[in-house]
């Protein structure tokens, strides 16, 4: 990777952003007694680097039509989407603590109506990429230079319907939609190779007609550098495999299946505090 | 008989050709296929607008959910398959990705009913009403003619949110006139009458028509009355009619479980408790066949109604005394 082409500055602070984001996820995860750590993390630098450097949003003006899209399929992974969002400023980080208590604006897995800067209902695997084929459509069909993301999870390349957008957005060209494949190995019932495998992964999409980019995904010069060639494209969809870790950051969650979808408990929050907090 | 002379049409006939009538005022109008586009006559809307047409191949679910994808982004989406692939394969994205978050996108479900024919079960839906109807923010709409689908089509594009709507395969009779107006969620009576109220939907509009004229031949007077919105129901109709003829006859070409029959009854167990029959599938599927022989078969027919609600007529004496 060219290091020159992004500042050690930009690197630095989206790696403190990270950081942020993480202690976010494991606080307002340990508060609801209930959610999705593992996946969380793992997806922390991609959803970083989107909402602090890539994507063209405006916090005050979350339906501003010409902003770039971004649609968590992952659903359950939505802490790292919500803490993204409040520490841009959709709303008040205290919010985050209100997840998944009722009458919250966070419900457990992505609502549009309900949280400002949501751009798609979702948490129901599978489906999301579908949704970005239908925005990639329409900002062709009006001419806008707006560009979608979508982030999956490994696991939900299991999904039948994936495969179904995949060959569509290949057929209608969609060269403004990007897919981003969270790929760290793990479901809810364990490894993903022992309960469906889905290698060769990159095989697949790039039989399907996609540009296939493979990435560290815990790197941001990586993730930033393949999200540019991403959006450089022409006429062809481009899919990043991010190999990421489960559970990154703390390091008893790391590579844990069962930190799929687990609150921690009083002491285990502890040390995940202290250790993230001791890395600042 | 007046009904001897009628004109026949398909519902799809008249919405391919509505489409493209609103496609030219409505510039966020897309139109979404999935490989039935001469069946569903969206092909009409992608010759005079291909830009705004898709055709997504045999991927229903995919059209649903990539519909709520433009409908985020402005555009009104009408999604175009069989009522079978509608509620059924894309059901979860109807449901989740749709109605749940209220968007703008209009399902046209071709092949509603047994009436579909010889096409055989596999193509004819007769669960989409029950499926439809209880998905919350989901409109539920079912014309009885081509000239009602015009009308519906019609209002359905100023109408903001999700909506089923139904339509029947083969032609089908003309009953409205051209200037016909039609509100949702305001039922039509279409024959006034004292003794029973038959209470239809679609296609059984025309034969509970029929079986008016065969019962007033007997000196029984029903009034007929158009369900063409089964969600938001026109609750007031129901009781108003149930209130004037104490006796309630439903039909509909679709399971009697979970449709027309479900809906109006659970109105009437609430507001005013009447006798009440249903003609409609008896939790059976169809099979091959001629629409004819299968509405003979299974119950749906004119006659099915007539014998239902002298059966219903005795049922109401009986409550009386």
């Known amino acids: 990777m060219r290091k020159g082409q ?51 949003i405006r916090p005050k003006e979350p339906h501003w039509e010409d902003r770039d899209r971004f649609i968590l399929s992952k659903g359950h992974a939505c802490p790292v989407l919500y803490a993204a ?7 008040n980080i205290k919010e985050l603590y209100t997840l998944r208590r009722i009458n919250s604006i966070l419900q457990g897995h992505p609502d549009m109506k309900k949280t400002p800067g949501v751009d798609m209902t979702s948490g129901s695997l599978g489906h999301g990429l579908s ?82 980019l493979k990435i560290d995904g815990h790197n941001f010069y990586q993730i930033l550098e393949s999200i540019e060639e991403a959006k450089s494209s022409r006429n062809v969809p481009v899919v990043i495999i991010a190999h990421t870790v489960k559970g990154k950051g703390v390091s ?29 | 008989m007046i009904m001897s002379n009628v004109m026949m049409m398909t519902m799809r006939e008249s919405y391919g050709k509505t489409l493209v009538k609103l496609g030219e005022k ?35 679910q995919n059209m649903v959910s990539a519909a709520a994808g433009l409908a985020t982004c402005g555009k009104i989406p009408f999604v175009n398959t069989y009522a079978v692939f509608a509620s059924m394969r894309a059901c979860e994205q109807i449901r989740t990705m749709i109605a749940y978050p209220c ?68 032609p089908c009779p003309i009953i409205y006139g051209d200037d016909e107006k039609f509100t949702l969620g305001k039922a039509k009576i279409l024959k006034e009458g004292n003794d029973v109220t038959i209470v239809a939907t679609g296609i059984m509009v025309f034969e509970a028509l029929k079986a008016e004229e065969v019962l007033r ?41 979970g449709g027309l029959g479900s809906a109006v009854a659970e109105i009437l167990c609430r507001s005013y408790p009447a006798p009440m029959e249903f003609v409609g599938l008896k939790d059976t599927f169809g099979e091959s066949g001629s629409p004819q022989e299968l509405f003979k078969k299974y119950g749906l027919s004119h006659k099915h109604i007539v014998h239902r609600a002298l059966k219903l007529l005795k049922r109401k004496k009986k409550v009386k005394v």
């Open chain 2, 103 to 170: 968007l703008n996108v209009k399902i046209v479900a071709s092949h509603g009913g047994i009436s579909t024919g010889w096409d055989g079960v596999t193509h004819q839906g007769t669960e989409d009403i029950g499926i439809m109807r209880c998905i919350p923010n989901m409109t539920v709409v079912s014309p009885a003619d081509p000239i009602a689908t015009e009308k519906l089509i019609e209002i359905s594009v100023k109408h903001k949110g999700p909506m089923y709507i139904r339509l029947a395969r083969n």
């Open chain 1, 85 to 91: 969002l409040a520490e841009r400023g959709f709303f």
């Open chain 2, 217 to 257: 031949s007997k000196g029984i007077y029903a009034r007929v009355v158009d369900i063409h919105t089964i969600k938001p129901i026109d609750e007031d109709m129901i009781v108003d009619s149930a209130k004037k003829t104490n006796a309630i006859l439903t039909a509909e070409d679709h399971n009697i479980l």
């Open chain 2, 26 to 60: 409505y510039k966020n109008i897309v139109v979404l296929d999935a490989d039935i586009s001469k069946s569903t006559c969206t092909y009409y809307f992608g010759k005079r607008f291909p830009q705004r047409w898709f055709n997504f191949g045999v991927a229903e």
């Open chain 1, 6 to 56: 992004y500042s050690q500055k930009l690197i630095s602070n989206l790696e403190k952003k990270a950081l942020r984001i993480r202690q976010l996820i494991i606080e307002m995860v340990y508060r609801a007694g209930s959610g999705h750590p593992g996946g969380s993390l793992s997806a922390v630098e991609i959803v970083t680097a989107l909402y602090f450097h890539i994507m063209r």
């Open chain 1, 252 to 280: 008893f969650m790391e590579n844990v299946v069962d930190w799929h979808g687990k609150a921690p408990t009083k002491e285990e929050y502890k040390l995940a505090m202290r250790e993230l907090y001791g890395k600042k």
């Open chain 1, 131 to 212: 949704v970005g084929v239908g925005m990639a459509l329409a900002a062709k069909l009006d001419n806008k230079d707006y560009h979608v993301y979508v982030l999956l999870g490994d696991g939900e390349l299991q999904e039948g319907l994936i495969w179904e957008a995949a060959m569509s957005a290949a057929h209608y060209k969609l060269d403004n939609l990007t897919a981003i494949v969270d790929y760290n190995g793990l479901q809810v019932d364990g490894k993903v190779s022992d309960i469906m495998e889905i290698a060769p992964v990159a095989e697949k999409w790039k039989s399907f007609g996609w540009k296939v």
